[in-house]
């Protein structure tokens, strides 16, 4: 059976959901579904990392401007004769290669799957420009490609919700839970990353790890960061990762003369020694909590500080710091403190953190799409 994956997203432009379509790609590989990957191709970056994949790829053009950190994709007559002859489609967001794969699909009526990663309600408010009236018209497009998709997979409450308000009905969502496998992490890898970013391997470490746009509080993260270590000289922050914001968070940071390690882009292999040396990990997103960045994070008994308006089964107090109010400073500043002046309360967070962590496991990510997928199609 042929299964065709769809995102906007791919190596060298990497988030989380890269690696969520990479491991995806290569379960259904491994179960002997013939998969196929369509993704943007930038012409002007070397694609090293495609050469070791067993499945296949479609490249599609793209513009060449940047917009939001990524470029968006246009259709080709190589993706229209994929969709006419796959027997299920996956799409991992409401942008340009589903709209185009949908519109081709009209006819042939494959069975569609949407894996439902964000809120494009959220993500549209807060980075788009553009006035009132289209973001209104782009949500009714957006919503009206939902009608268009047979079955929706959610890692978490949040999406669970934003799908059922998106049109989508109750008996055509199932939930899927992400997965990580932990890496073994060396002194020696410790050490490198330590002398490669400066890290005082004596000082507490808050960790951001991720897109840095707005969507993800970026300017509440930079303000509180930099708060806490003008106040606290035995506390560090490091913002890693790349993103549209990325020059305007370096300018600022240079400007101000702040302490915080700024990285920007990291490769693959320095995320696992990355989070293990941080004790905390903050992302209080304004439309999410449960990410794959803070699984990866619990994965190495990292502390994760995040959004408590999103309730996850998985996260409680005694896991997880949840902020009530992810824009107030003081606040957050506050309770940071008063969590890194308590090392018996931090010894029991991370005990909890790394029991939590071992729910999401690889297999079990692998084993619900697998069993999904033949219960669709056969």
């Known amino acids: 059976m042929r299964v065709t994956i769809l995102s906007d997203a791919y190596y060298p432009i990497i988030d989380g959901v890269v690696r969520f379509v990479d491991h995806l790609a290569m379960t259904l590989h491994q179960a002997n579904f013939d998969v196929t990957l369509v993704i943007p ?9 495609y050469r070791d994949r067993p ?3 479609i490249f599609l053009p793209t513009l060449p401007i940047k917009f939001k950190g990524y470029y968006p994709a246009l259709p080709s007559g190589e993706l ?18 589903a709209l185009y794969s949908l519109l081709f699909n009209r006819y042939h009526r494959s069975k569609v799957i949407e894996f439902v990663h ?17 973001l209104d018209r782009l949500m ?26 998106y049109g989508a009905k109750p008996e055509t969502i199932f939930r899927v839970p992400f997965g990580y496998k932990r890496k073994n992490v060396s002194e020696e890898q410790l050490e490198e990353i330590r002398n490669l970013f400066g890290i005082d391997p004596d000082k ?8 840095l746009s707005v969507e993800k509080n970026i300017d509440t993260i930079v303000k509180v960061m930099s708060r806490l270590t003008e106040e606290d000289p035995n506390v560090q922050a490091i913002i890693a990762g790349g993103g549209y914001m990325y020059q305007s968070i370096k300018n600022h940071l240079e400007k101000t003369d702040s302490s ?3 990285t920007g882009f990291i490769p693959d292999d320095y995320l696992p020694p990355l989070y293990s040396i941080a004790d905390i990990f903050y992302s209080p997103s304004n439309h999410e909590a449960l990410c794959f960045t803070v699984i990866e994070a619990m994965s190495y008994t990292t502390i994760p500080i995040l959004n408590g308006k999103f309730r996850e089964n998985e996260l409680n107090t005694g896991n997880s710091i949840q902020l009530d109010d992810i824009y107030n400073v003081e606040t957050t500043v506050h309770i940071l403190k008063d969590l890194i002046a308590d090392e018996q309360r931090i ?7 790394t029991e939590t962590a071992a729910i999401f496991t690889w297999k079990r990510f692998g084993e619900v799409w697998v069993n999904k997928i033949h219960e669709i199609l056969i």
């Open 41 to 49: 191709r930038l012409y002007w970056k070397p694609h090293e990392e």
């Open 55 to 57: 499945y296949n790829f």
């Open 80 to 97: 229209y004769r994929e969709i006419l002859k796959t027997d299920l489609i996956i799409v991992n967001s409401l942008a340009f290669t």
């Open 260 to 262: 915080i390690i700024l």
């Open 140 to 165: 009714k497009i957006m919503k009206r490609m939902t009608l268009n998709i047979d079955y929706f997979a959610v890692a978490t409450n949040t999406f669970h919700k934003r799908t059922l308000e």
């Open 204 to 211: 507490r470490t808050i960790l951001y790890l991720g897109r």
């Open 118 to 134: 964000a809120d494009e309600r959220v993500v549209l408010a807060e980075t788009a420009s553009a006035p009132r009236f289209i």
């Open 347 to 353: 010894d029991t967070l991370k005990e909890a953190v």
